[in-house]
């Protein structure tokens, strides 16, 4: 009786294997990975499957929010699936607990499942995004050409410039810390001197302390820039309901006539005659919201536009020399539907996905919170998240001043966010004028907040439609 006890103690030892995570005993699926794991980390999750087949691996919380859904074919026996200790679109994922559940059916259709349970503990320092501000630099303005760069903790980052036959011609190392990002600026120049020739070059950046998590991308240098946007009757600036996608790309990239200033917070006053003692008939933003330009002399222009008191359209004269115009950044553009409560993404003239959002409900009293129809430009990132009225609101892009396109509200439950509260009014009005997006993915669409953060460089284009 004692051997067996001890043959049997021996057998349980060595099921537990320390510093892994199992599936409780089963004689079908089990599932196993590192009792701990971190972001931007390779470890691996080991699934042993009685038979192949086809299986689904979804990552949740303690709280079932789902951060990763993935399928794979294994095969019979040990399958070991890499990952990297992120979310669905590779966003970090809070410390807590977690676990994967898998499901797997097998050529004859039987359903296997197995789960395993985990924690997240932190993250390795990494670059977490690096965007340009456009594909072209020009040598003779190059002060207007930045990357901005945000790290998941402090460290070293690379950032290296080759040549179209891959050798590198420019490398400087930038101690990063500030957690609302960093913008780096190049003139494309090698020193203090001497700038690069024009021509075809690739930027590399990456964290020293994770290299081979590294954002790379072309840049093409170019001697002169071309003339200054010259201030026009502009035509329309938003595309009307039922128009193609070429005909919505084509108003997306046009130049945007904005209010010259240092700072998208600073309001102006639209006038309601030509003269500068007439009366106010609406408060427009500086920097980043675009004016449809009606008519214009040298004094003055005559412009229409959506006004932040109260989200109303309204028509109006500005100095003109107060006006200036600038191109939008050239890849991407939003389009913010308010009368259906969505968003979709175009990349290239071809909307890649569409969202549900909650934009501003105008309450009595609160005309303010009404989200302005218009186009903008998205203004330089400005940190990972921000708190306000008892909930933290992540990924911020800023395109307004104080309106912005952030995730879902949550609150800390424990170690673990909780959406409850906002997530169920996504495709409704919700918000006090910021667009809410959601943190997950929603249906087919790859999109949710961390992928418009980590994907929109500045002076994204974004379009809001009145409802």
Request: one cysteine or more.
């Amino acid at each position: 009786m004692k051997k067996i006890l001890f043959i049997l103690m021996a057998l349980l030892l060595c099921s537990a294997a320390p510093g892994f995570a199992a599936s409780p005993a089963d004689p079908g699926l089990t599932v196993s990975l590192p009792e701990s794991a971190r972001g931007y980390t390779p470890c691996e999750i080991i699934i042993t499957c009685p038979a192949s087949g086809e299986a689904t691996i979804q990552l949740y919380d303690a709280l079932n929010n789902p951060w990763l859904k993935r399928s794979a074919s294994l095969t019979e026996g040990e399958n070991r699936i890499p990952w990297d200790g992120l979310g669905e679109n590779q966003e970090r994922l809070f410390a807590g607990p977690y676990h994967f559940d898998v499901t797997l059916r097998t050529e004859t259709g039987t359903e296997y499942s197995g789960s395993a349970s985990f924690q997240i503990n932190g993250t390795t320092p990494t670059l977490v995004y690096a965007l340009p501000t456009s594909g072209t630099l020009y040598l003779d303005h190059g002060e207007r050409w930045f990357i901005e760069c945000y790290v998941s903790a402090e460290c070293i980052v690379v950032m290296e410039v080759n040549d179209a036959n891959g050798k590198a011609v420019y490398t400087r190392e930038t101690t990063i810390s500030d957690p609302d990002g960093t913008i780096l600026h190049w003139a494309g120049s090698v020193n203090d001197v001497r700038k690069l020739p024009p021509g075809s070059y690739s930027v590399r950046l990456w964290s020293k302390m994770n290299p081979s998590w590294a954002v790379s991308f072309p840049v093409e240098l170019v001697e002169h820039s071309p003339e200054e946007l010259s201030l026009g009757i502009t035509g329309a600036i938003i595309p009307e309901r039922g128009m193609t996608d070429e005909e919505i790309w084509e108003i997306m990239m046009k130049p945007s006539v904005v209010i010259a200033g240092n700072g998208s917070f600073l309001r102006f006053d639209l006038l309601s005659k030509p003269n500068a003692s007439s009366r106010a008939v609406g408060s427009l933003r500086c920097a980043t919201q675009g004016l449809e330009i009606l008519d214009l002399d040298k004094n003055w222009a005559h412009v229409r536009a959506w006004s932040h008191t109260d989200g109303q359209e309204v028509t109006g004269y500005i100095q003109t020399r107060k006006l200036t115009v600038f191109a939008p950044a050239a890849q991407y553009g939003l389009l913010i539907d308010k009368r259906d409560q969505t968003l979709t993404v175009y990349e290239n003239g071809t909307p890649i996905g569409t969202v549900p959002v909650s934009t501003g409900l105008k309450t009595k009293g609160n005309a303010y919170r009404e989200t302005p129809a218009g186009a903008f430009l998205t203004d330089v990132h400005f940190g990972a998240s921000f708190a306000q009225e008892g909930y933290r609101y992540e990924y911020p892009l800023r395109y307004d001043a104080g309106n912005i396109i952030h995730g879902v509200g949550y609150v800390r439950s424990g170690r673990v966010r909780d959406y409850s509260h906002n997530l169920p009014l996504l495709g409704q009005k919700a918000s006090h004028g910021c667009v809410r997006v959601s943190p997950f993915l929603t249906g087919d669409s790859p999109i949710n907040m961390y992928w418009l953060w980590t994907h929109l460089p500045y002076h994204t284009r974004v379009i809001i439609l009145d409802d």
